[in-house]
C-alpha cells in the first residue's frame, strides 16, 4: 500500500490556461501541506508518446489551435469544436485503450481533468483501470459551452464549477447534485492572491510608483495593460495605435515577433505628430501578477484565465464580443456584464472611447472589480480530500487515515 495517494492532474498546452491551472493547484496543494503525491499529467505525452503528429505535420497538436490565437483569427472555431467533438467520438475506443494502459501503469488513487472534450475518455479509461479512484473535472471555463464541452452527466464524473451559471448548466444537463461542486471563480496562482493582498497595503502605492519608474512608465496616473493569453495577438498592434496617447503595458507572452513589431511601432510620432506615451513591451515572464498590479484597467480577450487574474489584480476589463470571440469564452463577456466589472465592445475600432467611457468612472469600476471574490485554487484541495477520503478498496482504513 502506498501510504501517499497520488493525485494526477491532466493538462494539454492549447491556450496555456490548462497547464497554469494544473501548476496553480499544484502549488496550492504543496502549500497546504497535504499528504499526497501529486503529478501533472500531459494529455498529449500519454496519446501520442512517439510524436507521432509531430513528426508527420511539423507541429504539436495544440500548435494550431494555438496559431490560430496568435494570428487573432478565430472565426468558424464553433464549427471547428463540433467537428473535434465527432472525431474524439469517433476515436472513443482507441483513446480509453490508451489510456487505460497509462492508469494500469501508473496507479493514479484519483485524477483530477482541467481539459475539456476528453473527459468521457479519461472517465471510462479511469474506470476500467482503476475503479475504486474518483474522477473529478475542474472547469477553467466559466461555462460549459458547447454541450459537452467540459460536462458528462451520463458517468460518474464530479464536475468543479466556478460558476453559479456553470453550475445551473451541470444540474440541467443531468448530473445529480452530489457531483456537482461550487468553488468562488476560476483556478488562479497562489501569487496572484498575494499580489491582490499586497494591493491592499497602503504601503505598496510607494512600491508600485517605483516599480513603474523602474520599466519606464509614469509613477502616477491610469495605465492599461494589453494582453492576450499567452500567444499575444496582432490586434495589440491596432490598440497600441489607437491608444497612442496613454501609458500601456503590452504583454506579448511567446509572441517574440510581436514584440518586436510594438516595440518598433512605440518609437514612431503619435498619429498628428508629437511623442507616444509610455510603454513597457513585455514577452514572455512568470511575473504576470506583478506586472498586473503596476496596472489600472485591463484590456484583452474575455479568456477565462488572464480575465480572472485582471479582476482579482484590482483591473476593470474591456473586452469585445463578436464572430471572432471563441465560443467557449462568450458567456464571459455576460459575466463581465452582469458584475458591472469593465466594458464589452464589438470590436476593438472602438477602444479609445470606451477607454474614456472607463477611466472617466474608474473608481466605480474598481469598487465593483473589488467586490469579486475568488478563492478557488484553495478550495479545489479540500474538495479532493473529501473524494479521496470516500474511496473504497483494498487498502481499507489506512488509506483513508492517510489522507485525512
Request: with cysteine; net charge positive; aromatic share 6%.
Amino acid at each position: 500500500m502506498n501510504p501517499r495517494p497520488n493525485v494526477d492532474l491532466v493538462w494539454f498546452a492549447a491556450g496555456g490556461g490548462h497547464r497554469a491551472a494544473a501548476l496553480a493547484l499544484e502549488q496550492a496543494i504543496h502549500e497546504q501541506g497535504r499528504p499526497w503525491n501529486v503529478r501533472c499529467v500531459n494529455l498529449t505525452e500519454v496519446l501520442d508518446p512517439s510524436e507521432m503528429f509531430r513528426r508527420t505535420t511539423g507541429l504539436a497538436p495544440e500548435d494550431l489551435y494555438n496559431k490560430r490565437l496568435a494570428s487573432g483569427f478565430t472565426l468558424g472555431l464553433k464549427q471547428e469544436l463540433k467537428l473535434l467533438q465527432g472525431g474524439i467520438r469517433l476515436a472513443h475506443r482507441l483513446l480509453v485503450q490508451r489510456l487505460a494502459v497509462h492508469w494500469r501503469a501508473t496507479r493514479p488513487d484519483l485524477v483530477v481533468s482541467l481539459i475539456p472534450n476528453f473527459n468521457r475518455a479519461l472517465h471510462d479509461s479511469l474506470a476500467v483501470a482503476c475503479p475504486t479512484a474518483p474522477f473529478m473535472t475542474v472547469m477553467t471555463d466559466m461555462a460549459d459551452h458547447p454541450p459537452h464541452f467540459w460536462i458528462e452527466p451520463d458517468t460518474a464524473q464530479h464536475i468543479v464549477c466556478g460558476t453559479g451559471h456553470a453550475l445551473q448548466q451541470a444540474l440541467a444537463a443531468g448530473v445529480p447534485d452530489h457531483r456537482v461542486h461550487r468553488v468562488d471563480g476560476m483556478i488562479l496562482r497562489p501569487e496572484f492572491h498575494r499580489a491582490a493582498q499586497a494591493g491592499n497595503d497602503p504601503a505598496d502605492a510607494q512600491a508600485r510608483a517605483a516599480r513603474r519608474i523602474a520599466v519606464g512608465l509614469p509613477a502616477s496616473g491610469p495605465v492599461g495593460l494589453v494582453l492576450f493569453g499567452g500567444t499575444g495577438s496582432r490586434a495589440m498592434l491596432r490598440i497600441e495605435s489607437a491608444l497612442h496617447d496613454q501609458p500601456l503595458i503590452l504583454m506579448c507572452g511567446r509572441n517574440e515577433a510581436l514584440a518586436t513589431a510594438l516595440r518598433a511601432q512605440a518609437t514612431l510620432p503619435a498619429p498628428g505628430g508629437g511623442p507616444r506615451a509610455r510603454r513597457a513591451v513585455v514577452g514572455f515572464t512568470g511575473e504576470v501578477a506583478q506586472w498586473m498590479r503596476m496596472a489600472d484597467y485591463f484590456i484583452g480577450k474575455p479568456g477565462p484565465g488572464s480575465l480572472s487574474e485582471a479582476v482579482q489584480c484590482g483591473l476593470p476589463t474591456l473586452v469585445t464580443r463578436n464572430a471572432m470571440t471563441m465560443p467557449q469564452e462568450r458567456w464571459n463577456t455576460v459575466w463581465i456584464e452582469q458584475q458591472g466589472v469593465g466594458i464589452v465592445l464589438r470590436r476593438f475600432a472602438d477602444v479609445r472611447g470606451a477607454v474614456t467611457q472607463l477611466l472617466d468612472r474608474l473608481p466605480d469600476y474598481q469598487a465593483r472589480v473589488q467586490a469579486v471574490h475568488n478563492a478557488a485554487v484553495f478550495q479545489v484541495p479540500g474538495l479532493i480530500a473529501a473524494r479521496l477520503a470516500e474511496r473504497t478498496g483494498p487498502e481499507g482504513v489506512a488509506f483513508h487515515q492517510a489522507v485525512a
